[in-house]
C-alpha cells in the first residue's frame, strides 16, 4: 500500500458514498428506522487497525465487554455511554471520545449518530 494519509470525508468514499454495515444487532435499534452505514478508508492488513465514518440510527446496545479500543468524534447526532458503574456521559457533534477494550457500557444513541472511528484491536 503506497497511501501513507488519507482524509476521511463526512459522506465516506468520494465516489461510492457509504455502504450498508450490520455492527448493530438489529434487535437494538428503538425505532422503526434501522438504517446503519459504514466507510472505511484505512484497514491494516492483519485488520488489527481501522478507521473511517460510521452511521447508525437510534439503538441501545449493553456491551460486556468492549471489542476494541475506539477513539470517535462525533460529526452529528447524539449517543449518551453509561459506564458499569451507572456513570453517563452524552456525546454530540464536534466531540471526541474513547473506550477502551473490555469496558462494560451502555451505547444508547438518541438522534441518527454519524462518527468518524479508529479502532485498535
Avoid at 23 to 52: I, R, W
Avoid at 70 to 84: D, K, P, Q, R, Y
Avoid at 95 to 108: I, M, N, R, S
Wanted: glycine letters at 6%; charged letters at 20%.
Amino acid at each position: 500500500m503506497n497511501t501513507t494519509f488519507y482524509r476521511l470525508l463526512t459522506d465516506g468514499h468520494p465516489v461510492n458514498g457509504m455502504q450498508p454495515s450490520d455492527y448493530t444487532d438489529p434487535d437494538t435499534f428503538t425505532t422503526d428506522d434501522k438504517k446503519e452505514t459504514n466507510h472505511a478508508f484505512f484497514q491494516s492488513d492483519d485488520e488489527s487497525v481501522l478507521t473511517g465514518v460510521w452511521e447508525s440510527a437510534p439503538c441501545k446496545e449493553d456491551f460486556e465487554s468492549y471489542p476494541a479500543h475506539e477513539m470517535m468524534s462525533v460529526i452529528s447526532g447524539s449517543v449518551t455511554l453509561t459506564n458499569a458503574d451507572g456513570h453517563a456521559e452524552t456525546f454530540t457533534a464536534g466531540d471526541t471520545f474513547f473506550v477502551a477494550k473490555g469496558a462494560k457500557c451502555t451505547w444508547h444513541i438518541t438522534e441518527t449518530l454519524k462518527k468518524f472511528y479508529m479502532i485498535a484491536g
